[in-house]
């Protein structure tokens, strides 16, 4: 079923200035991406190029059935859950073609929001571990991830994937992580932040950084935003300061 759905639209960001970046930027469930792309255009960040695509309708085990867009399906946000594997499979894909058409010489990287984050993260698993679960490889190197609001898939297994690669455990030590989650998130708790960036720390990642907002809820703030921002420019090495604009 998962391989018949279909994606929705995608809007696309261009850079004010000098391209040399570009990110898939993943919305949560039940939004879509033109409303996370008009609110990426107003950031100070101008030689960033923005894809915002849009997940399928699918029905959604934590809504109970309910069909809404959704990177995969969820049957709950925690660690017993089992994971949609095809699902995950089918987005990571879909974003890795997003970005398999740009110049060779820009940084790609994704990032997203609630269920966009945590499809971000598997994209970063993938690309670890060099290919997705069913086997085909993984085609794209990944520059930065980014995470607001979400949550780690396949937390259970990661462990026993990356044991089986001696390339994924030399690949983890270097690839740009931040994680930003609220203390007073009511959708996705931030325990599930923590958990996520304390998993990623113990299996070798060490360019992780977790960013905690207090009283924040499921939502984002100028703070926030003002860290991602700053953290892409040092990271991607951006021509400027976000401070500049």
């Known amino acids: 079923m998962t391989t018949n759905l279909e994606f929705g639209g995608t809007h696309v960001v261009r850079p004010k200035g000098k391209h040399q970046a570009t990110i ?30 849009t997940a399928p309708t699918r029905p959604v085990a934590l809504l109970g059935g309910f069909p809404c867009t959704s990177w995969f399906d969820v049957e709950d946000i925690s660690e017993c859950a089992s994971d949609d594997l095809e699902g995950l499979d089918v987005s990571a894909a879909h974003i890795a073609n997003l970005l398999s058409s740009e110049p060779s010489d820009i940084k790609l990287g994704v990032g997203g929001f609630n269920i966009g984050a945590a499809i971000a993260l598997y994209s970063m698993i993938c690309q670890i571990l060099g290919q997705y679960r069913n086997g085909n490889l993984y085609p794209i190197n990944l520059s930065v991830v980014v995470g607001l609001s979400g949550w780690l898939p396949c937390s259970r297994s990661l462990k026993k994937w990356m044991e089986e690669s001696q390339e994924a455990r030399q690949r983890v030590t270097c690839l740009p992580i931040l994680l930003c989650h609220g203390s007073a998130d009511e959708v996705v708790a931030h325990g599930h932040g923590e958990k996520a960036a304390e998993i990623l720390t113990s299996l070798g990642f060490q360019n992780l950084t977790f960013r905690s907002y207090s009283g924040l809820g499921h939502y984002t703030i100028p703070e ?22």
Do not use: F, R
């Open 24 to 53: 898939v930027w993943l919305h949560g469930m039940s939004d879509k991406g033109l409303s996370w792309s008009q609110l990426l255009e107003n950031l100070p960040l101008m030689n960033i190029k923005w894809i915002c695509p």
């Open 224 to 245: 926030e935003t003002d860290e991602v921002c700053k953290w892409l420019t040092a990271m991607l090495e951006l021509e400027g300061n976000p401070s500049d604009s």
